[in-house]
């Protein structure tokens, strides 16, 4: 499995920005995909993660409310759409992908990752 991000951007605090992850494969619907990011000199943080067959949603407690994980599986995408952005909120964000995932907030648990993409949030 291959994973490319996309949709990463300057924003200003308050604004909106929606993330892509675009997936390589036949089985994209077999795996639970998740959203880390990670800011300099910071651990990778987890921030949601949603099962296969997307029915089943996991949110941080810092984004919950504000973030929505969302799939589609006809497309091989995943989606993070970011509300009411913050300056903290600011890191590269990762997709991820785990087979065994689903409810996981542990990088360790995810098989393939993605190059990541900057999310800048001024205030």
């Known amino acids: 499995v291959q994973l490319v991000e996309s949709g990463g951007g300057l924003v200003q605090a308050g604004g909106s920005l929606r993330l892509s992850c675009a997936a390589s494969?036949?089985?994209?619907?077999?795996?639970?995909m998740g959203w880390f990011r990670q800011s300099p000199g910071k651990e990778r943080e987890f921030v949601a993660v949603?099962?296969?067959?997307?029915?089943?949603?996991y949110y941080a407690d810092s984004v919950k409310g504000r973030f929505t994980i969302s799939r589609d599986n006809a497309k091989n995408t995943m989606y993070l759409q970011m509300n009411s952005l913050r300056p903290e909120d600011t890191a590269v964000y990762y997709c991820?992908?785990?087979?065994?995932?689903?409810?996981?907030?542990?990088?360790?648990?995810?098989?393939?990752w993605g190059q990541g993409t900057q999310v800048t949030v001024s205030s």
């Open positions: 494969g036949r089985t994209f619907s077999l795996y639970a």
């Open positions: 991820a992908a785990g087979r065994y995932s689903t409810g996981s907030s542990l990088p360790g648990s995810y098989d393939y």
């Open positions: 949603i099962s296969g067959s997307g029915g089943i949603t």
